[in-house]
């Protein structure tokens, strides 16, 4: 029986240690914690990638991707999907490549994201897998 009794007593320095407006939320605790931790992170996401976007849009060389996939990720900002695309680029003087690239898109538009359809892109010179649909 001692197996059990240290077990009890584990778990009571571990509830001392809570503070009292912790206490009795367990999981629910744990969750709204790690949710709002997941949230700060996708908000730096979206400032660093707004400021990419705005760079891009100004000195990326324009471009055509041909879709060849779209794919919902699960995640919308301001009742907007984030897409993850497979796009075959298209830049002059370059042969034509394939990338990867998540954006978030209006719900409006995603008719116009299918799989065969041609869409304008602003394309990193340094880095050609960079890119932002425009």
């Known amino acids: 029986m001692g197996f059990f009794k240290d077990l009890r007593n584990l778990k ?3 509830d001392d240690l809570t503070p009292p407006e912790h206490r009795g939320l367990g999981g ?3 969750m709204m914690r790690d949710g709002v931790h997941q949230a700060t992170e996708l908000l730096e996401d979206l400032k660093e990638g707004g400021e990419e976007a705005q ?3 100004t000195s990326g060389r324009p471009g055509t991707a041909l879709v060849m ?3 919902d990720t699960g995640v919308t900002i301001n009742e907007n999907p984030q897409v993850e ?3 075959q680029v298209t ?3 370059v042969s034509p490549y394939n990338v990867t690239h998540r954006q978030v898109i209006s719900r409006l538009q995603t ?3 299918q799989p065969g359809s ?3 892109v602003r394309v990193d010179p340094g880095d050609l897998q960079k890119l932002i649909l425009v």
């Open 111 to 113: 008719a116009g994201f």
């Open 85 to 87: 695309l497979d796009l």
């Open 55 to 57: 760079r891009l849009q």
């Open 12 to 14: 009571k320095a571990a």
């Open 91 to 93: 830049l002059e003087g």
């Open 69 to 71: 996939a779209l794919r």
């Open 28 to 30: 629910s605790f744990r």
């Open 118 to 120: 041609t869409v304008n």
